[in-house]
């Protein structure tokens, strides 16, 4: 063998050994040539969950009188989706989408009357609990409970959903606490779920006041004869959701305190996040804040309610606090983007496998300033009967709503760049868009079977009270 042949094998024989030193750190092996950097360490997740919630409300580019200076501040630490979208005008279907990163029409829970999650689609909790994560949620409605199939995967955790008061987000704030403090050397998942902005608008003191100007129990024209006029309002027959609209005569009281409701609870999203800085987990935890739905305000002859798929319940929150492993270069993500992209980014982002076949998919190219060729998929579901329904596609500007009222389709079209407040359709001006949308919806949908397979329950499912409180908050005919 010739010298310079010699020279190669030594040299190849060096390189091996390094490289075995370097990954298995063998004994012996001198100092200079050990591996000197500490793997990364594991990443918690923390799903903070709103119900409720426009993303207009959050007082980040829009109603800067309200004030939401936690949310704000984990903005300013992540990733800000300014257009995120659900799949459904109610927290069922729209958290098992968030669950899954799939459609109502896919996972199966669409009906209040009732249905369940398909157990053959493996939630986010059961995907973190079967890679060896510590995983706990704590909620407040029934829908969210083991009886509707959602508490799969969760370990530990517990419902709330019958205070003597309505308020629950102590309950919710404090079990985080608990469950952060429990000594473990797994990683953590936890679910939060905060009810509080939900009607009825009834925040605790001091936020009771926060927005409040004079007295909405003044003397003139009672705020309930509006509200519960069916020509004005389509939610009207659903009388008991309005009760705490009694005496209340000014019609920006409501309004004031769903506002209210939304500081008090970002103050529980800074109890959290306070939490979690003091324990030493904040910067290498990953933090989803998202809410399920939004809210009807007045428009669209809807009031104080969540029914129709209309942008202001379409649009809902997420911002994404990234790991400080992550390098994030987006700040604020004006792309539209869906609810069903939550799991896959979170896998993403955790470096755990993502599961075939989501409508959802990672975000997290966005985040990192590359361009994504794949669109979000834009679609919204609502209804519960064959022939009574809803189905919502969002394209660029074009929204098309699909409607089907007595075995009849109805084609609503927007165009949001010019009417974001959806007030003019223009379907029969624009035909071919029209048609264009219906097709693509009836490629993801079977007209024959618009909702797909879903499991029905028994009302024996869900105890007398919740029952009860249920039909309270208009979820239950």
Known sequence: MSLRNTTYSISAT??????????????????????????????NV???????????????????????PNIK???????????????APWTGPSFASLYTGLLPYRHGFFNRNFNS??????????IFADNGYR??????????????????????????????????AHLVTASAARFTSSSSQKPFYMFLHYFDVHAPYTPP?????????????????????????????????NTELYQWLNGVTDPDYPVAQYAAGVSYVD????????????????????????????????????YYAHALPYEEVLQVPLIIKWPSSFEREVAVIEQRVSIMDVLPTVLEAVNLPVPDALDGHSLVKLARGKTSSTQSLLVAEQGESPDSYCKTITDGDWKLMLFKVESKFIPVLFNLADDPAETRNVAADHTDVTN?????????????????DYHVLSEKTVDEKELKRLKSLGYIR
């Open 14 to 43: 060096l390189l091996i050994t390094a490289a075995l030193w370097w990954f298995f750190e063998l004994p012996g092996v001198p100092s200079g040539l050990r591996r000197t950097s500490e793997p990364t360490p594991p990443v």
């Open 46 to 68: 923390v799903i903070i969950a709103i119900d409720t919630m426009r993303t207009d409300f959050l007082g980040l580019s829009e109603r800067p009188w309200i004030k939401a």
């Open 73 to 87: 501040s984990l903005a300013a630490d992540g990733t800000w989706f300014s257009r995120c979208q659900t799949t």
């Open 117 to 126: 999650l398909d157990p053959d689609n493996p939630t986010m909790a059961e």
């Open 135 to 168: 995983t706990g949620g704590w909620v407040t409605i029934a829908f969210l409970t083991h009886a509707f199939g959602m508490h799969r995967g969760l370990q530990t955790g517990d419902k709330f959903t019958d205070h003597a008061d309505g308020q629950t």
């Open 205 to 237: 003191a001091p936020y009771d006041k926060m927005y409040v100007e004079g007295d909405p129990y003044s003397p003139g024209t009672p705020l309930l004869d509006r509200v519960l006029d069916p020509r004005i309002n389509m939610e009207a027959h």
């Open 267 to 302: 103050s529980h999203v800074g109890q959290v996040v306070s939490d979690l800085k003091e324990k030493g987990l904040y910067d290498e935890t990953l933090i989803i804040l998202v809410g399920d739905h939004g809210e009807h305000l007045g428009e669209h002859n809807i």
């Open 436 to 452: 264009r949308l219906a097709a693509r919806l009836w490629e993801i949908f079977d007209p024959e079977t618009p909702f797909g």
